[in-house]
């Protein structure tokens, strides 16, 4: 069973930065973050894979950043200038479908305005 954890996430104003981290209990290839805003469904938002190659959604691109260290089994997300409709709960996992884990608690982020 692969164990997947976030942290990092807080209350920020509009405009503020955060920096998420997701550890995982074994290696993983491909990573992604994902977030489900509030009475919205989850969604990918950035994906890595293992020789650190990202892509984003057109909602962060720009303003968030993730990147990994596969030595310590953990994934970053750097988040800048952040806007209200940021708010949500962060969950990391894989990027397929058919490659999902079990989720982790999330960490949840919420940006003032």
């Known amino acids: 069973q692969v164990q997947l954890e976030e942290s990092g996430g807080g209350l920020v104003q509009a405009g503020g930065s955060l920096r998420l981290s997701c550890t995982t209990s074994v290696s993983i290839n491909d990573m992604a973050w994902y977030r489900q805003r509030p009475g919205k469904p989850r969604e990918p938002i950035a994906t890595i894979n293992v020789n650190g190659r990202t892509n984003y959604g057109d909602s962060v691109k720009g303003r968030f950043t993730i990147s990994r260290d596969n030595a310590k089994n953990t994934v970053y997300l750097q988040m800048s200038n952040l806007k209200p409709e940021d708010t949500a709960v962060y969950y990391c996992?894989?990027?397929?479908?058919?490659?999902?884990?079990?989720w982790g608690q999330g960490t949840q982020v919420t940006v003032s305005s």
């Open positions: 996992n894989a990027p397929y479908e058919r490659y999902l884990h079990a």
